[in-house]
């Protein structure tokens, strides 16, 4: 199984940024995905998470009503697209899945390398 992140990257603060997160060695459709994201000197923060039936989400409370979490399993793809970017968004987003835990737990099974997302002023 092997998660990769991508479409981080350097934006202003009110702007928008869209992550992707390409999973291969699993089908997407029997995992329940999440985002989680740390910040340098922080703990690693729960962000959004969708079940493996795309039914049940759940956002973090301090994103929800500006990320919105998705899959498009024709494409075995997760995305998180952030609007209303503020400073305090910038951290390393990480994707990970796991087949039997969902929500606001670390425990998924399977871990992403990360994309770096840099929110200024």
């Known amino acids: 199984v092997k998660l990769v992140e991508s479409g981080g990257g350097l934006v202003q603060a009110g702007g928008s940024l869209r992550l992707s997160c390409a999973a291969s060695?699993?089908?997407?459709?029997?995992?329940?995905m999440a985002w989680f994201r740390q910040a340098p000197g922080k703990e690693r923060e729960f962000v959004a998470a969708v079940s493996r039936d795309s039914i049940g989400i759940m956002y973090g409370d301090s994103v929800v009503g500006r990320f919105v979490i998705s899959t498009n399993n024709a494409e075995n793809t997760v995305y998180l697209q952030m609007n209303s970017l503020k400073t305090e968004d910038t951290a390393v987003y990480f994707c990970?899945?796991?087949?039997?835990?969902?929500?606001?737990?670390?425990?998924?099974?399977?871990w992403g390398q990360g994309t770096l997302v840099i929110v200024t002023v």
């Open positions: 060695g699993l089908t997407l459709s029997r995992y329940n």
């Open positions: 990970a899945g796991d087949q039997w835990m969902f929500g606001k737990t670390s425990q998924y099974d399977h």
